[in-house]
């Protein structure tokens, strides 16, 4: 690490930095068209963590240790890995369909995307045009770990502190609108759910299993109860009680 | 003395100066270092285990058993290899090598010695340390969710599923825990190299005790107490070993998410748990029992801590914390789900936090005076333990007879039999009793054993 410090506050590039730039460049590529191409959801965000890894260990390379290593553990690591939870629990084979819904949205899109690169291209560019780079050696004079710290906790704190307390906001934000909060005299413990289940009136036993006694095994077919009664308790309350009919209970002949 | 000891200290810069071959048989050693120690860790498992249940364990295979492991390995590389049909082929096959991969790049950070001469070259025992080198180590150990949640998601099942996207959640918890009880060792230490971090444990302040040199405790297992037992607590959690092995847990989810997996690509999921378990016992070594640093009474010889002698404390430690987890496992049932979570998010967290903050006033207030000290400690310490004891205390509950609670049954309750209620004795038991002979005289001494 230290010697590639050096280096590149030397303005060189070593022959090792050189392999791997080689080697992951093409990855990272790789990486971000896939991420474009892939149809599946799952194939997609994997190809987008290859991009970041190689990502990260560019940084590494440009004598930015700290930042690479973020990069991995809070990208690939914590994001990402949100990511993947919601498209697997969405289920596997959800992938997109390439049917436009919208007529020339494909079209409209490259453009957009086209003028929005070159909108922020174009930005960079005049922004930074007559700055003059500090170069490594001033910006790592501490150490690198050191000099981000020291940025980070004195000159841009309250922009630090502005985006935590937003991050937190919408952390708690979401929280609000998805959790339900049962009230306190709601909660059941075991033994309100015990006097509950004893309580004249309902019957502590198990509900008897549809089908049971009936014509047929179906879930729709109620239980018949020891006189003959249909019992409405045997079948879930969403299903319409059918009965079968006598043509239907009667012997098909298709038995030998 | 001391000038011995610094001179054995690797810093940064010794680093990156070995010729290629020497850096070759580092990471060859590192490799067959995590190999091996899955290979000794499993039997060790199973013997300590077996030990603790008073039964033999593994003994028939090679001296003492030892080369059960071996003989189990062989037998699962020649199983049938099975993939269901349902998987996704490539993300099936890749889950197990990144969950080995993340688990043995972890080692290559850890520093198993101080300086010593190989072959003529003066190079520290350790394949490589960069400026962050325990950021490395946690990004290895992010990385290594995805085997399992992938694996989990490939195996195109809904068991395996579950089990991946459950164990994911729950090292993603522990990792955040984790994360802070590092904390505290990167402010004490100054450093988040891992060599730094083992060199500043060494240097310990002397203590004037009656006349004689004391050297107090420089190990961060002492220093920073809390954030120790919080990160081994998470190191379990996140190494999924029990009591916190709910991914898989045998009894409700078959093997979690390695049940559609078989032959070597089960065994690499094997290896990485038990490389896991090793790398994350070198970690907390590193972290806070001093590394390789002898502890006391060795470090009275002044050779203790030059040359190849360290790589033998450091190995006595990592056995001793791979034991713990083994008497862990041996000793404490399984959490359920949403206890464990609790624990991480609502007790290990909070208490991390306190302790962070605690600890940098600590460090803040060094420079002050006495006086400024005694006020900045002691006014805080006073406030909590005012509060500690006018904190409002539960209204007893007037306790309700039973009489009372029969009595408050509403009407055509299930009806309770007599509270005094009296069984007479079984005639037939009586009888029973009466014409058997005494156990013991007629049992003869072949059933004694039983």
């Known amino acids: 690490m230290t010697t590639q410090t050096v280096l590149a506050a030397a303005g060189g590039v070593s022959g090792g930095e050189e392999v791997t730039f080689w080697i992951l460049a093409p990855l990272a590529l790789i990486g971000a068209i896939g991420m474009v191409a892939a149809r599946n959801a799952v194939h997609s965000a994997l190809w987008l963590v290859l991009t970041m890894l190689c990502l990260g260990v560019f940084y590494v390379l440009q004598a930015g240790p700290f930042i690479g290593m973020v990069q991995i553990i809070v990208y690939t690591g914590a994001i990402m890995m949100l990511f993947l939870f919601v498209l697997m629990l969405v289920g596997r084979d959800a992938s997109d369909s390439l049917i436009e819904t919208l007529r020339g949205q494909r079209t409209a899109a490259i453009l957009l995307g086209l ?122 309350e969403i299903l319409p009680v059918r009965e079968l009919t006598a043509q239907e209970v009667s012997p098909k002949g298709t038995d030998k | 003395m001391n000038a011995v000891y610094l001179a054995q200290d690797p810093t940064l810069a010794d680093f990156g100066r070995d010729p290629w071959w020497l850096v070759l048989i580092k990471i060859v050693f590192a490799f067959v270092f995590a190999v091996l120690a899955t290979l000794l860790g499993v039997w060790f498992e199973r013997r300590v285990v077996g030990y603790m249940q008073v039964r033999p364990g593994p003994n028939q295979v090679g001296p003492l058993g030892l080369l059960q492991t071996l003989a189990d390995g062989l037998k699962m590389a020649f199983k049938e290899d099975i993939l269901p049909r349902a998987a996704d082929k490539v993300v099936f096959f890749f889950a197990p090598t990144i969950s080995v991969i993340c688990a043995v790049t972890a080692l290559s950070v850890v520093p198993f010695g101080p300086m010593v001469s190989i072959f003529g070259h003066w190079t520290p025992l350790q394949v490589t340390d960069v400026s962050v080198a325990v950021l490395v180590l946690l990004a290895c150990s992010s990385m290594g969710i995805y085997g399992i949640v992938l694996g989990g998601w490939a195996s195109g099942s809904t068991y395996p599923l579950l089990g991946g996207l459950r164990s994911s959640a729950q090292m993603i918890s522990y990792e955040v825990a984790m994360g802070l009880s590092i904390v505290a060792v990167f402010m004490t230490a100054g450093t988040m190299s891992t060599s730094g971090i083992v060199a500043a444990q060494g240097d310990a302040t002397q203590l004037t005790l009656f006349g004689t040199e004391i050297p107090a405790p420089g190990w961060y297992a002492i220093l920073l107490l809390p954030s120790f037992v919080i990160f081994f607590i998470a190191t379990v959690g996140e190494t999924n070993r029990a009591p916190f092995d709910l991914p898989e847990a045998e009894s409700e989810l078959v093997a979690g998410f390695m049940t559609e997996y078989s032959s070597l690509k089960f065994a690499l999921f094997m290896l990485s748990e038990y490389v896991a378990m090793v790398t994350m016992s070198a970690v907390t070594t590193t972290l806070f029992l001093g590394g390789w640093r002898a502890p006391w009474p060795i470090t009275l010889w002044e050779g203790a801590n030059s040359g190849w002698w360290p790589m033998l404390w450091f190995f006595g430690k990592v056995i001793a914390l791979v034991f713990v987890f083994v008497w862990l496992r041996g ?50 310490a006073g406030v909590l333990l005012l509060v500690t004891l006018l904190w409002p205390s539960r209204k007893p509950q007037p306790r309700v007879t039973v009489q009372e609670q029969v009595n408050n049954r509403p009407h055509g309750s299930f009806p309770l039999p007599p509270m005094d209620l009296q069984i007479p004795p079984s005639p037939r038991t009586r009888r029973v009793v009466a014409e058997r002979e005494p156990a013991n005289v007629t049992a003869g001494s072949e059933s004694r054993e039983v």
């Open chain 1, 115 to 236: 003028g929005f690169a070159g909108l922020v291209g174009g930005g960079l560019y005049r922004a930074l045009e007559g700055t003059t780079a500090a170069g490594l050696t001033q910006a790592n004079a501490e150490g690198n770990v050191q000099g981000i710290a020291r940025l980070l906790f004195t000159k841009y704190v309250f922009a630090f502190e502005l985006t935590s307390a937003l991050l937190i906001t919408a952390a708690v934000g979401a929280m609000v609108l998805a959790h339900i909060e049962r009230r306190k005299q709601d909660k059941m413990d075991q033994v309100a759910t015990m006097k509950a289940r004893f309580r004249p009136g309902n019957y502590p036993g198990p509900k008897p299993g549809p089908g049971v006694f009936a014509t047929s095994s179906s879930v729709a077919t109620p239980a018949r109860l020891p006189d003959g009664r249909l019992s409405e308790r045997s079948t879930p």
């Open chain 2, 331 to 380: 000793t404490l049932p399984r959490l359920r789900y949403d206890q464990f979570m609790r624990f991480g998010w609502k007790v290990l967290l909070p208490i991390n936090l306190v302790w962070i903050l605690v600890l940098s006033g600590l460090r803040s207030i060094e420079d002050w005076d006495t006086r400024g000290k005694l006020i900045a400690v002691g006014v805080p």
